[in-house]
């Protein structure tokens, strides 16, 4: 099950999207589709179909924000997180092989365009959790298991 939580900033990043769905590409699709319906017959007419299937993913898209929007939980930093990964954290691994990498523990929506993001409910947030600068942490993916240890945590405040 997917956990329904967000940082203020991912929260900012979703209302934008729907903003400008809804403000600025909808009306503006909505007029294409209106002009190429003028020209006539639509069956043939390759700028109205392709302009209707955009709006649809542009309606199916905003109905799907308005819905997360109201079902997820804003989750902000305090300061009993420091120390300790937790939701929001910063945090930097290293492998056995010297090999670093800088992460951030955010909600499933946050995700998107951001490889430095993973979801609360991955493998490796999980076993992140909780754990504090110097732990080692094992990570049990459906590929393999490997073994990090925790160098760094921070918190955007």
Known sequence: MKTMWITPEGL????????????VERPEITQKVAWAASLGDRSENADYHYNKKRLREIDKRVHYLRKCIDDLKVISYAPFQEGKVLFGAWVEIENAKGHKIRIRIVG??????????????????QALLKKEVGDEVLVQTPVMQMTWKIRKIEYEK
């Open 12 to 23: 900012v990043k979703l209302k934008a999207e729907l903003d400008h769905l809804w403000k």
């Open 108 to 125: 499933g929506e946050e995700i998107i365009e951001r490889r430095d993001y993973i979801s609360i409910d991955s493998p490796m947030a």
